[in-house]
């Protein structure tokens, strides 16, 4: 088995991240002295997904606050506030990215003392993140794993792994945990049409681990579950709202209704920072919506025909009634919704 995947990285003042548009032909590092890179390194997708994207903005921000010449406090705090919105402004479905850029902001302004100060907490917080992550995803792996039968197959949609992570991953996590456990998982990864993760980034994820996994393109989904190759199906999460809604990928609304059409459980891993408790539900979740490009070209290549109209979301939203369980750090928490996720303790997330 391949030594875990760490997606990024603090170095010396530097952000290290693997850059996720040379994979899987190269597996290759980016090195960032610069917020403003770091902000565009989100934007531009050499780093994706939720968690991963949230704490590489809060390393930002730590970058930031060492290069703001701001003697003055309130200055300091008004400046950092710039950064901290652009960042936000990066990519806006996935809540964890407001939230890390948040939890820094609000640290910020709570902590007493100078701007030398206030630098070291926001760095040392930041840096902190990526630990706390990775042990994250490892306790919701340890949880989900309990969901997954001794044998057979797990759908997964998108990539998230380690590489939508600092390391371990979050719906990929829940499967590393049962291989862990002895369970005898064969994962079906989809292709995730337009920008293809489920192909370039999770199945090169697990072929590198040595998990069995097959590909199949988005609409053999139905065909595969209708055939009983596959026993439950494990996502992540961009959003959630309140009453249990979700965010994520585009095409995991899709999966969901052929999921519960077959009966088979459609489970969701998700961080706590997911969760967005100021949403009652998901009709309030912005939706990024990509170039068009990304849908009319493959591989740099024009396949549609030029004048032709593009729709392209990035993410959808599953409706809670889709949803047989939220694997979180805090555990399994399973219908009805919205009553089973008001137990979940979400200081220092969205909601607070
Ligand atoms: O556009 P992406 O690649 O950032 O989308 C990623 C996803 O939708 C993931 O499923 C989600 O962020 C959860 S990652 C643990």
Redesign the pocket.
């Known amino acids: 088995m391949s030594e875990l995947l760490q997606t990024v990285e603090w170095e010396a003042g530097r952000v290290r991240l693997i850059d996720q548009n040379a994979l899987p032909a190269e597996l290759k590092y980016v090195e960032l002295e610069d917020w403003r890179q770091c902000a565009e390194a989100i934007s531009t997708?050499v780093v994706?997904?939720?968690?991963?994207?949230g704490c590489t903005a809060a390393l930002a921000m730590a970058m930031a606050a060492r290069m703001l010449i701001a003697t003055d406090r309130t200055l300091f705090l008004q400046r950092l506030e710039t950064v901290a919105s652009a960042l936000k402004a990066a990519?806006p479905t996935?809540v964890n990215l407001a939230w890390a850029v948040d939890r820094l902001m609000r640290l910020a302004t709570e902590t007493q003392g100078t701007t030398a100060d206030l630098k070291e907490v926001i760095q040392e917080t930041a840096v902190a993140m990526l630990q706390e992550d990775v042990e994250i995803n490892r306790r919701m792996g340890r949880f989900g794993a309990d969901l997954l039968p001794e044998q057979g197959g797990v759908l997964t949609?998108?990539?998230?792994?380690a590489l939508?992570?600092v390391g371990y991953?979050?719906?990929l996590g829940v499967i590393r945990a049962a291989k862990e456990q002895g369970k005898q998982i064969e994962v079906f990864a989809d292709e995730t049409r337009p920008?293809l993760?489920g192909m370039k980034l999770t199945a090169w994820e697990l072929i590198r681990e040595g998990i069995k996994v097959t590909l199949i393109a988005d609409n053999m989904a139905a065909a595969l579950l209708q055939q009983g190759k596959v026993q439950c199906v494990v996502?992540?999460?961009?959003r959630i709202a309140a009453n249990g809604d979700t965010a994520?990928?585009i095409g995991?609304c899709a999966l969901a209704i052929v999921a519960s059409h077959y009966h088979v459980p459609f489970y969701v891993?998700?961080p706590v920072s997911?969760f967005d408790m100021n949403l009652p539900n998901g009709s309030g979740i912005p939706i990024e919506e990509r170039n068009p490009e990304e849908i009319t070209h493959i591989a740099g290549e024009r396949i549609a025909p030029v004048g032709v109209q593009v729709w392209n979301p990035?993410?959808d939203v599953t409706p809670a009634c889709l949803i047989s369980g939220f694997i979180t750090e805090q555990g399994v928490l399973k219908p009805p919704w919205p009553d089973s996720l008001a137990s979940l303790q979400t200081r220092n997330s969205a909601a607070t």
């Open positions: 997708m994706r997904g939720a968690p991963a994207i990519r996935a949609h998108c990539n998230a792994g939508a992570t991953g979050t719906a920008r993760q996502v992540g999460a961009d994520n990928k995991t891993a998700a997911t990035a993410f």
